[in-house]
């Protein structure tokens, strides 16, 4: 049976959507690829509030998580760690023998400016990541203050953003908070098909990138560059993913901007005030997140019954995320094309199935 998907990716996909993806193949050399991404550049950079490039990378966003730390590290990168998704960065940061220390804080709270700023002033860094979206846990962090704060205080550090789970759902001004990598997948709050990953990159990090040996292949940044400016990628594209891309990025403005932060916001205030009758927020309460929600299971239930259940009425949410929340949380997404009206059939669905209503 079909279930319309409530979890943070893999989100639900308009089956408009998914017909674009079958429009005639192009070549990849071709006038009228080089149109398709000329076309659909402006409108990432619309979302994005930039006039700086947008890359799309024919990957999953963890692709570029690793190409980012690779080619701008040339001392030492701070890596904020609030969730699983965060610690991914330390251990990318590991694998690839990149100088790198890491700050936590437990799962369910946020970064403050002021945290981040004593941990900065520890070290020699030239990188720091910070995560949007830690999808794990349901905690947004404050990324505009966080980055007015680096950029005082510490102008030179690049500022890798992990914004997977967020970008196309929520506000990012890239240009006027003067962020560097914002990395996404199009399988979140874009609602496509995996497989593409959309990062914008300022002239910072590019600078950066061209200072940095062995900087990897695939995500060379200055190398995406050369061929981003004849609208082209130095491999061959998702052609029909960047098709789907198009038509997406074309509804996506005509809903509107404001009007999609608006729904996302209006979607997580439904689930936060649901959980907080039913069930308590994993997350703290300053740290909530716009799109997914991580519901503490203060009534002991199985999560994995729940969805069971669930998936007979066609819908689907997410376990905890891992073996550290397990059973003991459950998300609920509410991102990309998803309605308030869907939100609320799906928490009726399990008001019905506990026993709730
Ligand atoms: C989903 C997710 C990722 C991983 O993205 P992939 O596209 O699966 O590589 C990374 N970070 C966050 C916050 C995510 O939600």
Redesign the pocket.
């Known amino acids: 049976m079909y279930k319309k998907l409530f979890i943070?990716?893999p989100t639900h996909v308009r089956k408009s959507i998914l017909d674009a993806q079958t429009a005639p193949m192009i070549g990849h050399r071709s006038t009228e690829y080089s149109d398709l991404q000329a076309e659909v550049t402006p409108k990432l950079q619309q979302l994005l509030y930039t006039e700086q490039p947008v890359f799309i990378f024919t990957s999953?966003?963890?692709?570029v998580?690793e190409g980012a730390i690779r080619q701008t590290v040339l001392k030492r990168a701070l890596v904020t760690v609030c969730g699983a998704?965060s610690d991914?960065w330390h251990q990318i940061a590991v694998a690839n023998g990149v100088p790198v220390d890491r700050i936590d804080v437990e799962w369910g709270q946020g970064f403050s400016p002021e945290a981040i700023d004593a941990a900065l002033s520890q070290g020699d860094y030239d990188v720091l990541t910070i995560?949007l979206?830690?999808?794990s846990t349901g905690v947004m962090n404050p990324l505009k203050e966080i980055a007015a704060m680096v950029r005082e205080k510490y102008p030179d550090v690049v500022i890798l953003v992990?914004a997977?789970?967020a970008m196309a759902g929520v506000k990012i001004e890239f240009d006027a908070w003067d962020l560097d990598v914002v990395i996404s997948?199009s399988?979140?709050c874009f609602a496509l098909p995996?497989g593409l990953?959309i990062t914008a990159v300022s002239e910072r990090a590019l600078k950066r990138a061209e200072q940095v040996p062995n900087r990897g292949y695939y995500y060379d940044f200055p190398n995406m560059l050369k061929y981003y400016k004849r609208s082209q990628t130095p491999a061959t594209p998702a052609v029909s993913l960047i098709q789907a891309l198009n038509q997406q990025m074309d509804d996506v403005l005509q809903e509107g901007l404001e009007v999609r932060w608006a729904r996302h916001i209006e979607m997580a205030e439904i689930v936060h005030v649901w959980a907080r009758k039913h069930w308590a927020l994993f997350a703290n309460e300053a740290y909530l997140s716009n799109t997914v929600t991580a519901v503490a299971n203060t009534r002991g239930i199985s999560i994995a019954d729940l969805n069971k259940e669930l998936g007979k009425r066609g819908a689907m949410i997410s376990n905890g995320y891992g073996s550290k929340l397990k059973e003991k949380t459950f998300r609920i997404a509410h991102m990309g094309d998803l309605t308030p009206k869907d939100i609320r059939w799906v928490l009726g669905l399990i008001d019905d199935i506990v026993g709730l209503a």
């Open positions: 943070p990716g999953s966003g963890t692709g998580m998704f991914r995560m979206n830690e999808t992990d997977v789970s997948s399988q979140k995996p990953a």
